[in-house]
Structures are given as C-alpha cells and as structure tokens.
C-alpha cells in the first residue's frame, strides 16, 4: 500500500504524461499507476523523473525501496481509489442517473465523458478537474467500492429516515437513507411510523417545490384570500400579515406546518379546511376586523343577503336588484372596523352594478345620491318600457 501511495503522489505531482500515450476520455488514474509499473525497467523521458519521486518518498518513508519494488507485480491497484479517498474525502463521487454525470461529497455535479471506462462506474474519487465553460470536467479519477467508502468514512456515515410521496398512490412511504455528506450512498423503504414532525416537515418540503397553488383551493378560501388581500393593500393600518404567494411559500410554518402532520395521503392533502389554515395567522381582534372591514356579503334594507367580490381595484363590487337601494340616499362603504363606522371618511364605498328584475345589469355607479338625482330617471323610464305591468290574462 505503501508503494502504492508513493506512485500516486509522484503521478499527481506530474503534469499528466501519459494523456498523450491514450485516448482522451480515458480519465482513470489506475490505468496511468499500471502503465508507469509496465515501464518500470525500462523507463523513458519524463517517467524516469516519476520513478525518481517514487524512490525518494519511499525513503523519506524510510521503506526500503529495493526490497518495496521487488513486488511491484503484486501492486493491487484496485486499491487506488481507496488511498485517493484520503486524500480527497470532498471528491468521493456518486453516479447520477445519467451516464458519466457525478455528485460529490461536497455537492458539486462533475462529468466523465461518456466513453469514458469510469462514466459507468457507481463511485468514484477525483483527483483532478478542469472547468469547460459551466462544467466540471474530470480529468483523473479512480473507481472505489461502496465497500471501502464505508469503512474510510464510518464516522461521517450518518443514518436518516426519510418520508417521501410515492406519486403513484399517493400515499407516503419511508425510507432510511445512509448519507455521507451530499452523498445518499444507500436507500431502502423502512416500516417505521413516522413522527407528526416529520410528515409535516415533508409535506412543507412538497409545498415548496410544488408551490401553494398546488393546494386544493375552494372557492371560499379563494374568497378569503382576496378580502385579506385587498384589506393588505388598501388599509395597511389594520397591519394585517402578507398573503402573497411568496409569502405564503416562506411562512408554511406558520400556518402551514401545524396541520401537516395528520396528513396522511395525498387525498387527505385535498381535503384540508385552508381557509381555517390562514385565519390561524390572525388573533380574535383581528379576525373581527377582517369581518367588519372586508365583510363577504352586503346586507341590503329587505335582509337580501349580496356577495361582494374584491379584486384587484380599490372599491370592491356588488351586483344587486335596484329595489335593495330604494330610498338609500349614501352609498354602502367597506373598510370599517372597530366602531369606526361613525367615521365615515375612513370608508371606501363599494361599486354597484344595479340589475333589472331579469338579473340583468342596467347601471353601474358609486355615488347612489347623484345616481338617484341623474340617471335614474333615464333607468326607470327604460325599465318601463321593457318589463311593463303585467295584465290580466284569460285562461281558455
């Protein structure tokens, strides 16, 4: 073993000269260790300055190097792999799904090419890399066993459980991953129960890359977004919390998380009350503000209950039958909260789109006292004409 580090180290400290003597893709430094032993009795040019090195470390080593290079043909050189992993514990590489693709231990991707004898290899080490434009190009490396990553490296070896969504069924699974830094050297699929923190944890995991749209948002969560969303932006003075998708995405602790953990499958995911989610941001006050100031519904003179929608304009909008604003001479406001109804001036007055006993909209307006000075004669006098009093009609 000795000899064998000694003919790495003065091979490395070269510059690599056997590149010439191959073909370009063959990046494996144990085929370079069996060529210079080959041409060890009869060395030439730069090689004799190798086997010059190799002699020195063996006796700044104090090894015998005549007795040490009797059995140079017994080198085993499969172990090359195993003294680089020493050297250079960040490169231990893993293969990724495609071919001559690599993962290191410090969690940079390299690349063998593809005909390259190493692109297939499952582990490997890196001796040496260069840069082509964004790709980190391997150009010296030898294959290790999993084996001997595992007995240099049994410190470091950490064992995790892991909950995963198997897309297929949608339900999860649990895997005990052995992982050695960036490096996942063994998974297998475990019948442990996992803990409520750890099924949370996944499915914030799962939110995060999937993004929240891949919810299942009712139409009342949808709803309840856009009330919150516009009192956020409008009348920052309630000093709600943000609900923006990016938001929503860097706080899934908050009001994500506590529910997660009961989640089971992927059909239980569908099932879950989000609105009740969100409001658990808000304390009792505030979420009396929201239903004061951002209330769902108009409730007109005759109890009619109107939905008003909130979008992305200042005023939100109702559409109600013309007969709900008889005799109101202001217009209906929202944003009010906390008995500042008193206060007028804080309000914001919704828009009214006024519809014909047809459901149809015959005049949009903010200002019901201008409207009832204005235009509604106009209206009327239309509506008239189109919905008469009915007569009398006989039946044969």
């Known amino acids: 073993m000795a000899i064998l580090g000694c003919i790495l180290t003065a091979l490395l400290e070269e510059r690599d000269i056997f590149s010439r003597d191959r073909a370009s893709f063959d990046c494996n430094l144990t085929h370079r260790v069996e060529q210079l032993i080959s041409l060890w009795h009869k060395p030439y040019g730069a090689i004799t300055n190798i086997i010059k090195q190799v002699k020195a470390l063996l006796k700044s080593l104090k090894i015998n190097h005549q007795k040490a290079l009797s059995s140079l043909t017994s080198i085993t050189t499969n172990m090359t792999g195993f003294l680089l992993a020493y050297a250079y514990p960040e490169r231990v590489a893993k293969t990724r799904q495609k071919s001559g693709n690599f993962i290191c231990a410090n969690g940079k991707g390299v690349s063998i090419g593809e005909q390259d004898a190493l692109a297939s290899e499952s582990n490997v080490v890196i001796a040496d890399l260069m ?22 490296f049994s410190q470091d070896i950490v064992e995790k459980e892991l909950a995963l969504l198997d897309e297929a069924s949608g339900k999860i699974i649990v895997r005990k991953q052995t992982k050695l830094a960036a490096l996942n050297l063994s998974e297998k699929v475990s019948n442990k129960a996992l803990s409520t923190e750890v099924i949370s944890h996944m499915w914030c995991d799962f939110v995060t890359n999937k993004g929240v749209d891949t919810l299942s948002w009712q139409a009342k969560d949808i709803a309840l977004k856009a009330r919150w969303q516009w009192l956020t932006g409008y009348l920052p003075e309630y000093n709600f919390p943000d609900i923006s998708e990016q938001a929503l ?14 989640i089971k499958s992927k ?22 503000i929201l239903k004061q100031a951002a209330p769902t519904h108009y409730v007109g003179p005759t109890g009619r209950h109107c939905p008003i929608t909130y979008g992305q304009e200042k005023s939100p909008k109702v559409s109600l ?12 406001m929202v944003g009010l909260a906390n008995g500042a109804q008193a206060n007028k001036s804080c309000g914001i007055p919704l828009i009214l789109e006024l519809l014909s006993p047809a459901q149809r909209p015959i005049q949009i307006t903010q200002d019901l006292a201008q409207f009832w000075t204005g235009s509604y004669k106009a209206v009327q006098k239309d509506m008239k004409s189109r919905y008469p009093k009915p007569t009398c009609n006989m039946h044969h």
Do not use: H
Request: aromatic share 8%; no cysteine; glycine share 4%.
């Open 131 to 152: 840069q082509i434009k964004n790709v980190l190009r391997v150009r010296l490396a030898a294959s290790i066993e999993l084996a001997q990553i595992e007995q240099i």
């Open 249 to 262: 995405l860097s706080n899934l602790t908050l009001w994500f998380a506590p529910f997660g953990g009961e």
């Open 267 to 288: 059909a239980k995911l569908a099932k879950l009350d989000l609105s009740a989610m969100l409001l658990s941001q808000l304390d009792y006050q505030q979420q009396q």
């Open 321 to 332: 039958p013309m007969q709900e604003v008889y005799g109101l001479q202001e217009t209906p």
